[in-house]
């Protein structure tokens, strides 16, 4: 099974700053990694795709970058919606996972 | 627009067995790459794949939980069943399903809470 380890596990930053959250995978997994944010009570919504494509109406200000085993999700400037918690997932071997997460906070 | 919507009970005493249904909307479950798969995720902990059936009736499962796991299909009525057996109160959760393509979860539902308790 692929682990994936996601840092920091919380992250109090203000709203306007810049942040960038960490994923690494045990082994491999080629482009195939996936970002998701979480807000409280809701379900996961797809952010990052292949690594670095933007879902379908994600702004601008999310990126996402890496490949094989270090991958990292920026988010410029952000707003109060971004205060949530934040997700990588390997979708290229069964059985698929995802990191443990990572919480933004407002400080 | 792809829609799902989980639904099942929301209370469950151990040992019984769990069985939801996701109706799906929005896209079919024929062409190839497209699955429909099940996530769980227990209160305050991270998400869980339980399940993926595929376009071609393939199925996985948690490798942890495939002893008590059944997911099937009915691509005519647009719905996809999961079955769990043996519930336990470390069950409890909310579970989701998503539409999937080639493992890319890209659609979820809302999803359905779930306690398991006596």
């Known amino acids: 099974e692929v682990v994936m380890t996601q840092s920091p596990a919380t992250l109090s930053v203000s709203p306007g700053e810049r942040v960038t959250l960490s994923c690494r995978a045990s082994?491999?997994?080629?482009?195939?990694l996936a970002w998701y944010r979480q807000r409280p009570g809701q379900a996961p919504r797809l952010l990052i795709y292949?690594?670095?494509t933007r879902a379908t109406g994600i702004p601008a200000r999310f990126s996402g970058s890496g490949s094989e085993t270090d991958f990292t999700l920026t988010i410029n400037s952000l707003q109060s919606e971004d205060f949530a918690l934040y997700y990588c997932h390997q979708y290229l071997n069964w059985p698929y996972t995802f990191g443990q997460g990572s919480r933004l906070e407002i400080k | 627009q792809i829609t799902l919507e989980e639904s099942g009970p929301t209370l469950v005493k151990p040992t019984q067995t769990l069985t939801l249904t996701c109706a799906f909307s929005?896209?079919?479950?024929?062409?190839?790459?497209?699955?429909v798969g099940w996530i769980r995720q227990a209160p305050g902990k991270a998400l869980e794949w339980l399940a993926l059936i595929y376009w071609n009736d393939d199925k996985t499962y948690s490798p942890s939980l495939k002893t008590r796991l059944t997911i099937t299909k009915d691509t005519s009525r647009n719905h996809v069943v999961l079955i769990m057996t043996n519930l336990e109160p470390v069950d409890t959760a909310t579970y989701y399903c998503a539409h999937s393509f080639w493992g890319l979860l890209d659609s979820w539902g809302p999803g359905v809470s779930v306690t398991v308790s006596s």
């Open positions: 082994q491999s997994v080629d482009r195939n």
């Open positions: 292949g690594a670095s």
């Open positions: 929005g896209f079919s479950l024929t062409p190839r790459g497209v699955g």
